[in-house]
């Protein structure tokens, strides 16, 4: 992004002359240069100091060795690549778990949101009151912190609670089943919360739909299951990329939700929750770098597969 | 012309001073920032140096005042939210305590400062609440610096069972706060039979609405306890491994659903958890908030006693305005006011005959003033070295992430 906005009030040599008003060799274009980069000089120096540095620091971190004969929390910058070994066959059910989590949670949020943005972007247009008032109403949740909505869904699902209660009277749940530390609820959790992501984007572009082309689809006689898996879908692409990785990238990597003291319990501890506990509670360092960096690395794969086989990279 | 009077703040006063000192120029700057990233780039390296870090010089002649972190709900406040027995402290010393909420968990805490504490660095207090096997850890690594008993004369009112503990002999390094136990609560009102044991939480009607403690020295020292081992004693690897299958059959029967810290008691107030290990504190809270709903009890085969003790961080300059501090809340009247309202146990002899003046009914209260038999029913854990501290970790977080 910051490339693309420094590229345009000054190429970089080793790309094409800019083809109209000032060729390259005009002397305004060269003096207009460095004042650019100097403009990315902060932007620029935050990116090294707290992400690059902090990126290098992990991984040095995740190499470490425990010391000999040391006491707990205490290693030795070393090269012990065994670290990611032994994290993957330990960790490896909250490797997949993360991943499962949230690739559910992010179709969940999908399969909501889309009507929910096709009704304010595409129906409600005739009604701008409307359409402002349920975007209000979408947003609204981020009012109240995250935390105390997820608080507030632990509540509404303990065992004492109407909602189960009732359940169990009209036998829709065991009378021993339980809500609250099941996957469903961490998956119902994460959805919940990362709805108002998957929304927006999704509603920023059938916004800008043109109903004409959905006209000319049934005016060739498409059906309307048709005119919307080969027109909408195909033009509100942009808003389902962007929506399912703002949902994907988080959901991955959430331990709120699946916390024990939230949505989750011992059986549904996803990644983040590992990585806390080796991190602050078992001080094994190495681990907790070591898993972040495979998290991260994994999430770059599957976002940039992705990406490129939806074809939007240019949308990005 | 008259300089401007320096502000309040004790650091920045004395920031302000250091700079007077030193007249900075451009060369003396360079100097010091080339320093200061040689300085960084060291202690990025030597992350590993084994040496302990040395106590900082001790100012509390010149600067009167303390910074204490402390946990929530943990001293006494008035409803104008000012600390009554810290005022009186103030008045009667001429030390300003400047008292924060800092410490919500001893993980967490440490988590926070032990990069400073390693490289003897000030860590923003001079004094912090921590519990046993926490302060165990940073006593193990020199983090600590030593109290001198003949600052705090009152602390021969310290309970005679707290005067030696295993990780600091002498309490030369440490004084309690304040403890409590961990026991067994069940709600009375949809469990009205109750528990006498921990074996009762393994009651077929329980199942799934057991709650347990995400500290590990209070679940496993109960259920050790429970199968007969001496917690305090010497007991090694084998004892705990028999008490950790126990718990990982419990849990992967789904017998015990809620292991959690401190937020265990919403799940007792919403009633997911009808039974559970409990700290005792909270449960003469709760039962204050809602009415008397749960029953508390040190198991009959023992329950555990942990302390919060004060403990002065290596680089802290005031060590001797917080000998001052722990000497005057040795008093017992003074005890028995924090008492009165925090509900744990107090460590100092004679606080219940103060109590006695304050409110009768809390001094009777066995969770705040335990008599003897229950005093002799509750076991500390003992102390863990290094390795056995990882390696019992480990097994234990391993049940709570459901790795098994």
């Known amino acids: ?316 | 012309m008259k300089s401007k009077p320096l502000p309040a703040d004790p650091m920045i006063r004395q920031l302000i001073r250091r700079a007077q000192n030193s007249q900075m120029g451009r060369r003396t700057l360079l100097a010091g920032a080339g320093a200061g990233a040689t300085a960084l780039a060291l202690a990025a390296c030597s992350s590993g140096a084994t040496a302990k870090p040395t106590a900082a010089a001790d100012t509390s002649a010149t600067d009167k005042s303390i910074r204490w972190d402390n946990w929530a709900l943990y001293i006494d406040v008035d409803d104008a939210g000012s600390y009554p027995t810290l005022d009186a402290f103030k008045a009667q010393t001429g030390i300003s305590v400047k008292y924060t909420e800092a410490v919500d968990d001893n993980n967490s805490y440490y988590g926070k400062v032990k990069d400073q504490l390693a490289l003897g660095q000030d860590i923003g207090a001079d004094v912090a609440c921590l519990t046993d096997w926490m302060v165990s850890r940073m006593i193990r690594f020199g983090y600590t610096q030593e109290l001198d008993h003949a600052n705090i004369p009152n602390l021969a009112n310290l309970l005679p069972s707290l005067q030696d503990v295993d990780f600091d002999p002498g309490r030369a390094m440490s004084v309690p706060w304040q403890g409590g136990f961990a026991g067994l609560a069940w709600n009375k009102e949809k469990y009205p039979q109750g528990l006498a044991s921990v074996e009762d939480l393994w009651a077929a009607d329980l199942k799934g609405r057991v709650g347990v403690l995400s500290e590990m020295r209070d679940t496993m020292g109960l259920i050790m306890l429970d199968q007969g081992v001496d917690i305090s004693g010497d007991w090694g690897e084998d004892e705990f491994t028999a008490a950790i299958d126990e718990f990982e059959k419990q849990v992967s029967d789904g017998q015990i659903r809620n292991i959690k810290g401190n937020s265990y008691k919403e799940d007792l107030a919403n009633e997911d958890t009808l039974a559970a290990i409990v700290w005792s504190g909270d449960i003469v809270q709760l039962n204050a908030e809602n009415g008397d709903k749960w029953g508390f009890i040190v198991p009959e085969r023992g329950g555990t006693l942990w302390n919060d003790n004060f403990v002065v961080p290596i680089g802290s300059p005031g060590k001797k305005n917080v000998e001052e501090l722990i000497n005057y809340y040795y008093d017992p009247a003074v005890a028995a006011e924090v008492a009165a309202y925090v509900n744990y146990i107090t460590p100092v002899v004679g606080a219940k005959e103060a109590m006695m003046a304050i409110d009768p009914a809390l001094a009777e209260d066995p969770l705040i003033f335990p008599d003897d038999a229950t005093l002799a029913n509750a076991y500390v854990f003992r102390g863990l070295d290094g390795t056995e501290e990882q390696t019992f970790n480990n097994q234990f977080q391993a049940i709570l992430l459901g790795a098994a």
């Open chain 1, 1 to 316: 992004m910051a490339f693309a906005a420094f590229s345009s009030t000054a190429p970089p040599p080793t790309t094409a002359p800019p083809p109209t008003t000032a060729p390259s060799t005009d002397p305004a274009a060269r003096r207009r240069s460095p004042v650019a980069l100097f403009l990315l000089l902060p932007g620029i120096l935050y990116l090294v100091l707290f992400f690059l540095t902090p990126l290098v620091s992990l991984l040095l971190t995740s190499f470490q060795a425990p010391r000999e004969f040391g006491d707990i929390g205490q290693y030795d910058y070393a090269f012990r690549w065994q670290n990611y070994v032994e994290v993957v066959t330990t960790y490896w059910p909250h490797i997949v778990r993360s991943f499962s989590y949230a690739l559910a949670a992010t179709f969940f949020a999908l399969l909501i949101s889309y009507p929910l943005a096709y009704f304010i972007g595409v129906k409600a247009r005739k009604w701008p009151l409307l359409q402002s008032l349920m975007l209000v109403l979408v947003i609204a949740p981020f009012f109240i912190s995250f935390l105390l909505r997820t608080l507030a869904w632990k509540q509404l699902f303990s065992d004492e609670s109407f909602v189960v209660q009732t359940l169990k009277a009209l036998s829709l749940m065991a009378p021993e089943a339980h809500v609250t530390g099941t996957a469903f609820s961490v998956i119902f959790g994460l959805t919940y919360n990362f709805i108002p992501f998957m929304t927006l984007p999704l509603y920023t572009t059938l916004e800008r739909l043109d109903v004409r082309y959905l006209e000319a689809g049934s005016d060739l006689y498409a059906s309307p299951f048709h005119v919307f898996r080969k027109v909408t879908i195909p033009l509100s692409m942009p808003g389902i990329v962007a929506g399912t990785l703002l949902t994907f990238i988080p959901a991955a990597g959430d331990y709120i939700n699946a916390s024990r003291d939230f949505l989750g319990g011992t059986g549904t501890q996803m990644m983040g929750n590992v990585i806390e506990t080796n991190f602050l509670v078992l001080q094994n360092f190495p681990a907790a770098a070591a898993l972040s960096i495979i998290l991260m690395t994994v999430i770059l794969v599957i976002v940039s597969i992705y990406v490129k086989r939806s074809g939007t990279e240019e949308l990005l």
